[in-house]
């Protein structure tokens, strides 16, 4: 299975990496990736809740230089997730990886 047309297996990929610098962030898929439809230019969103954000744009660079699918990384903190991105996006469209 390809993963250019997987997101689950994208997410995954992001999530090894992502956690060889932050074993504790936890990772989830939103958007188009989850609720569809897809477009052949749509990109993966991918949420990434970590402590670490003063490192995010490292993380992300990281994650663009081994991942060839086009990624649309968000990166947060716990408390930003619980008091934002949760109030935002319905809990159906926001799938654990």
Same mark, same amino acid.
């Given at each position: 299975?390809?993963? $250019?047309?997987?997101? &689950?297996? +994208?997410? @995954?990929?992001?999530? $090894? %990496? @992502?956690?060889? %610098?932050?074993? *504790? ?13 897809? #477009?052949?230019?749509?990109? %993966?969103? +991918? &949420? @990434? !809740?970590? *402590?670490?954000?003063? $490192?995010?744009?490292? +993380?992300? +660079?990281?994650?663009?230089?081994? !991942? &060839? ?6 990166? #947060? #903190? $716990? @408390?930003?997730?619980? #008091? ?10 926001? !799938? *654990?990886?």
């Amino acid at each position: 299975m390809k993963s $250019r047309n997987n997101p &689950l297996e +994208v997410a @995954v990929k992001v999530k $090894r %990496i @992502v956690q060889s %610098i932050d074993p *504790e962030a936890r990772f989830f898929l939103f958007g188009s990736a989850v609720c569809g439809p897809r #477009t052949a230019a749509g990109d %993966i969103d +991918v &949420l @990434v !809740v970590s *402590e670490f954000v003063d $490192r995010k744009y490292d +993380v992300m +660079v990281s994650v663009y230089e081994e !991942v &060839l699918e086009p990624v649309e990384g968000h990166v #947060t #903190t $716990r @408390v930003k997730f619980e #008091t934002w991105y949760k109030r935002f996006i319905p809990s159906g469209e926001l !799938v *654990e990886v």
